[in-house]
């Protein structure tokens, strides 16, 4: 039985791995490790498709380590102890250096597995490379967390995609036997959502649905013969994003019904609870704000109660707040805020804080103006004092702006009365 093509082309040295070059360059935050031999546990957060197996492989292959892998989607606390002890072993026979234990999607791990990992990272019996599409500092227990080097893989751009096509064409000996042309490949692009591994099996597919040994790749032809072949959800990564994207610009949309339906695409395909509720807490900060801000302690509470009960019975929970979260008004001027202040700081750098604002723990600091001048604004009416806050050098920037909400025009009628003497509003 012939191995899918993404495997068939799955590349056996740093050399040869596209993409990631923010870690794998000259100048890359892991190329000196790898080619040093100097390992430390890592966790490769990254969504489908970009490499990350790939790369824990080549690792131990460049650094001439023995290597062991497990997936958490089907082993147990027993298969972590069992590998362990077997790499323990085998330390010493084959190299110097200590295994590398590969564990994909380590974020489906439960905390009992998690703290099973623990001893053997700690000791240096294994040298962990776990892989995950989640959010570590969510999904990874903060003792494993603290012990591991996290690094971030990103989606392929176009040129990658483009030019791992031609490699497939030029190099795998199946594909060798026909003639094929890349006239137009924005179908497989889009199909793929940046999904290498997608990406090939989609051309696969397509190459292998075609009769003729002269294929011309078209748009027309890949929608024709691929789209009707992809899955109505995959948790596992094939339209995991595609989903919740929908699901997220739902709410932000203001449609509950769409809002429920995509929900129900995600509770079918047996997505995770957590994920689901989580994405949620997000979107009510970000989307609604200060419009509603019952909306994040709804969605808050929503993440608790969902986790602790469980499926089936949690859909009821995330259907109440997903339906919430898209009737309630919405505002993203908190978001746009921090966005603006975090591009003001990179722009200028640290500028110095006013004296009267500074803390004076010393007498030095004291004798230097730290903290003279500073006025305690519960002292005053209003609990305001006429003062700017900002460094001198951005003294007025305005980084918040109300949104349109009926509570925001309170917010803006409070700024306007209290501030527009230090922020000229």
């Not at 995330?318 to 009737?327: E, F």
Request: proline share 4%.
């Amino acid at each position: 039985m012939n191995q899918p093509l993404a495997e068939r082309l799955r590349p056996k040295t740093l050399q040869n791995y596209l993409g990631q070059s923010h870690l794998v360059d000259s100048n890359g935050a892991l190329y000196h490790q790898i080619t040093g031999g100097n390992i430390p546990s890592i966790i490769l957060w990254g969504p489908p498709g970009v490499g990350k197996t790939t790369l824990a492989n080549i690792i131990a292959l460049e650094t001439d380590r023995p290597f062991y892998t497990l997936s958490a989607i089907n082993s147990g606390v027993k298969d972590v102890r069992e590998v362990i002890e077997k790499a323990k072993k085998s330390e010493g026979l084959f190299t110097t250096k200590n295994p590398i234990l590969f564990i994909d999607e380590i974020h489906r791990f439960s905390k009992s597995q998690q703290d099973s990992l623990l001893a053997a990272v700690e000791k240096g019996w294994v040298t962990l490379i776990g892989a995950t599409t989640e959010n570590p500092s969510f999904e990874v227990i903060s003792a494993l967390l603290s012990r591991c080097q996290v690094y971030v893989l990103k989606h392929f751009e176009r040129e990658e995609l483009d030019k791992l096509l031609r490699i497939a064409i030029q190099k795998d000996i199946l594909l060798q036997k026909k003639k094929i042309t890349l006239k137009e490949t924005e179908a497989l692009l889009r199909l793929s959502g940046g999904d290498a591994r997608k990406l090939l099996n989609i051309f696969e597919l397509v190459v292998n649905s075609v009769v003729s040994e002269e294929i011309v790749i078209t748009n027309e032809l890949v929608s024709a013969k691929a789209q009707q072949s992809t899955v109505l959800y995959d948790k596992t990564g094939e339209q995991h994003y595609d989903i919740i994207s929908a699901f997220i610009k739902s709410i932000r949309g203001s449609d509950p019904n769409a809002a429920v339906y995509y929900l129900s695409r995600m509770i079918e395909g047996g997505e995770d609870v957590k994920f689901i509720a989580r994405r949620m807490i997000i979107l009510a900060s970000e989307d609604i704000g200060n419009a509603n801000p019952t909306a994040l302690v709804i969605a808050t509470t929503t993440f608790e109660a969902a986790s602790l009960i469980g499926f089936p019975e949690s859909r009821i929970i995330l259907s109440q707040c997903a339906v919430y979260l898209a009737t309630s008004p919405k505002s993203n001027a908190t978001y746009i805020a921090i966005n603006e202040a975090q591009r003001k700081v990179k722009e200028t750098g640290n500028l110095p804080i006013p004296l009267e604002i500074r803390n004076a723990p010393t007498k030095l600091m004291k004798d230097l103006g730290y903290g003279e001048g500073y006025q305690y604004a519960h002292n005053h009416e209003n609990n305001f004092v006429e003062f700017n806050f900002l460094p001198q050098e951005i003294s007025g920037t305005k980084f918040y702006e109300p949104g349109t909400s009926k509570r925001e025009d309170q917010i803006r009628f409070f700024l306007k009365e209290r501030w527009k003497k230090t922020y000229r509003y």
